[in-house]
């Protein structure tokens, strides 16, 4: 597994070589020296915004007492932990579940809240992402390169949704089955408890579709930070466009989910997307760039204060796991 996560990691690295050859990189560095400090703070700043639009989702579906700071932080070390560090989008989700039983919620209602969380925001980014082929449908079916896909990009994302919704049936059909094929001697209270969570959450369908409305009103919001972003750089682009540009492109990260950070993924997609709408693909490669040195000046931070509330806790339960010498049992 490894070597096969070093292996597409590889090919991404590749891909993007391949465009910094192909592509003219005096403008995309002229786009960069354009935004300026000034400019990437504004992107830093409008960012956080919106990774606290991103992790509204999640608190509807938290039925313990948690902050919203200590939700925007739980998708923070999500988010850094799949933009960053050498995993795939699913490590960074469980990342996020680790840190949200760090803020005090029990193990296995994090974990239940974080699995029906993705559910409802796959499934709001399904939607997100038919709305962006809503927007773009003019200019792919003015290009002849995009036109004939127009009508396969539509199916497939109507059949990505079908999916998500077969998912989450499978969630519960799938402890169904563990309830009559395990007992909860064999099983483990900690299952157990995990199982009645998952159907506990899926009960209350308002707060899951509650869920669903604030992920799909997030994932809006980066196509506005987007917007922003080229803005920055000295681009003219409209607030629709930007949209139908971050939709496509976050639908290609989701169809590429096994590469680690969407390396190169992520910078083909922009670059490919931008051209569409009137600018040139330099520019969809200077967003990219933008957007990394964005996750990385976030990222590398939290995930640091994420590792010291690790350490922490460890130094807090390593005297009492120890076992004094002489104590007879």
């Not at 313990?64 to 850094?80: C, K």
């Not at 799949?82 to 209602?109: C, N, S, V, Y």
């Not at 639908?251 to 590429?256: I, N, P, Y």
Request: hydrophobic share 60%; with cysteine; glycine share 10%.
């Amino acid at each position: 597994m490894r070597i096969a996560r070093l292996s597409v990691g590889l090919l991404g690295a590749c891909l993007l070589a391949w465009l910094l050859l192909r592509l003219d990189v005096s403008s995309v560095f002229s786009a960069l020296s354009h935004a300026g400090w000034s400019g990437f703070g504004l992107i830093v700043a409008a960012g956080l915004i919106l990774t606290f639009c991103l992790s509204s989702g999640l608190y509807p579906l938290v039925s313990e007492r948690v902050s919203l700071s200590a939700i925007f932080l739980t998708r923070q070390v999500r988010d850094s932990a799949g933009d960053i560090l050498p995993f795939t989008q699913l490590g960074g989700i469980a990342a996020g579940m680790r840190a949200l039983i760090l803020a005090g919620t029990r193990p296995a209602w994090a974990i239940a809240a974080g699995l029906v969380d993705m559910t409802a925001e796959l499934l709001a980014q399904s939607l997100f992402i038919l709305l962006g082929l809503f927007l773009a449908a003019p200019a792919m079916q003015a290009n002849p390169h995009w036109a004939p896909y127009l009508g396969w990009l539509v199916g497939g994302t109507a059949l990505f949704a079908l999916g998500i919704l077969g998912f989450a049936v499978a969630q519960l059909a799938g402890s169904h089955m563990a309830d009559r094929a395990l007992s909860p001697a064999s099983f483990g209270a900690s299952a157990a408890a995990f199982r009645e969570a998952v159907h506990q959450l899926y009960r209350q369908r308002a707060r899951v579709g509650l869920s669903v409305a604030l992920h799909l009103l997030g994932w809006c919001a980066s196509g506005v930070w987007l917007w922003v972003v080229f803005m920055v750089l000295g681009y003219r682009l409209a607030l629709p466009s930007a949209i139908a540009i971050q939709a496509l492109l976050e639908g290609l990260r989701s169809a590429t989910v096994f590469i680690p950070a969407a390396i190169g993924v992520q910078e083909a997609g922009y670059a490919a997307l931008a051209p569409l709408f009137g600018l040139g693909a330099e520019a969809g490669l200077a967003a990219s760039l933008l957007r990394r040195a964005r996750d990385i000046t976030v990222g590398v931070p939290v995930l640091l204060l994420w590792q010291l509330v690790e350490a922490r806790r460890l130094r807090k339960l390593s005297p009492a796991s120890v076992v004094p010498a002489g104590t007879v049992n």
